[in-house]
């Protein structure tokens, strides 16, 4: 919605500006500059990447129009669900949290967080860390070192669509000088029409390089820097999760690892350590419910 509301803020006032001088918007109206910059900065996208890199751009384009899912109430969710994970570990033994890891689907813990579950990557990282802390094979040390790579990793798989489309972006002033070149020459060719209409000609092919600096600087560009934002969040929320499950490792209660991991998130999205341990709270009393009522 704001990628919206923000090409409608560029447009309006760039449009806008030009009508108030006096400008006269069929002036603008040059499909061709508009084919030869778009169609050049197409091309030059397809020479400049290979398959995975195309196919990872366009996938990316979906989220760019999507707001932000990695919210407080989220991560309020997924520390409460990691403290209800290594409370049963601690309490009852690595060994009981097995049967959660292997099939999340129907664990009472993190089928109790539908939004959590249905996130593939948040999972497939907490499932295949506790998976190795449960095995016993690996100190905290070698957990760390292996979770940095693959943090690094998903952090540079996730920066090549944005490095696409910036490279997109910083060649379309390029591509309109090029058709505003070929304007000219077009113009220079046609020198024995009347002044009237050379100077037409010409202004039509200036049109070019108003269009490659605001398909750069209005459209392009500003996705590239969203997607960096948006990796950007979902790097963080591994980062949480890295931190909270090493403090685990390193012997820390539950409770602290969880104040570890809210440490780390953005102020914005970071939830008071009051918020958390009344979310903490409840979740405790709803999860031990059941046994209660079963209770003779």
């Known amino acids: 919605m704001l990628v919206i509301i923000g090409y409608i803020v560029v447009f309006a006032t760039v449009l806008g500006g030009f009508a108030l001088t006096g400008g006269s918007f069929a002036a603008l109206f040059q499909p061709t500059e508009l084919l030869i910059i778009g169609?050049?900065?197409v091309g030059a996208f397809i020479v400049g990447n290979n398959g995975k890199a195309i196919r990872s751009t366009l996938k990316?384009?979906?989220?760019?129009?999507?707001s932000s899912r990695y919210?407080?109430?989220?991560y309020m969710e997924l520390m409460t669900m990691m403290?209800?994970?290594?409370?049963?570990g601690r309490q009852q033994g690595m060994m009981t949290l097995e049967n959660d890891i292997e099939d999340p689907l129907n664990s009472p813990i993190f089928?109790?967080?539908p939004r959590l579950l249905n996130d593939s990557s948040i999972m497939n990282f907490i499932v295949d860390y506790m998976r190795l802390m449960i095995s016993g094979g690996m100190n905290a040390f070698e957990l760390e070192a292996l979770m940095d790579e693959e943090i690094e990793t998903c952090e540079h798989e996730h920066a090549i669509p944005a490095d696409s489309l910036n490279s997109v972006g910083e060649g379309l002033p390029a591509f309109g000088i090029v058709a505003a070149v070929m304007g000219v020459v077009n113009a220079l060719a046609s020198a024995d029409r009347p002044a009237a209409e050379l100077g037409e000609l010409i202004a039509h092919a200036m049109v070019g390089t108003f269009l490659g600096i605001l398909m750069a600087y209005g459209l392009v560009l500003p996705l590239a820097t969203l997607l960096?934002?948006?990796?950007?969040?979902h790097i963080k929320v591994l980062q949480c999760i890295k931190t909270t499950l090493l403090s685990s490792v390193n012997g820390y209660a539950p409770q602290?690892?969880?104040?570890?991991g809210r440490k780390t998130l953005y102020s914005s999205e970071r939830p008071s350590f009051t918020e958390l341990e009344?979310?903490?709270?409840?979740?405790?009393?709803?999860?031990?419910s059941p046994t209660a009522d079963n209770a003779p």
């Open 60 to 66: 990316s384009f979906p989220v760019l129009f999507r």
């Open 228 to 233: 960096r934002q948006k990796s950007s969040e």
């Open 256 to 260: 602290i690892a969880i104040e570890f």
């Open 71 to 74: 919210t407080r109430d989220l």
């Open 39 to 41: 169609g050049a900065g």
């Open 278 to 288: 009344e979310h903490v709270r409840q979740a405790k009393q709803s999860a031990s």
């Open 83 to 88: 403290f209800l994970l290594l409370t049963k």
């Open 111 to 113: 089928s109790a967080y």
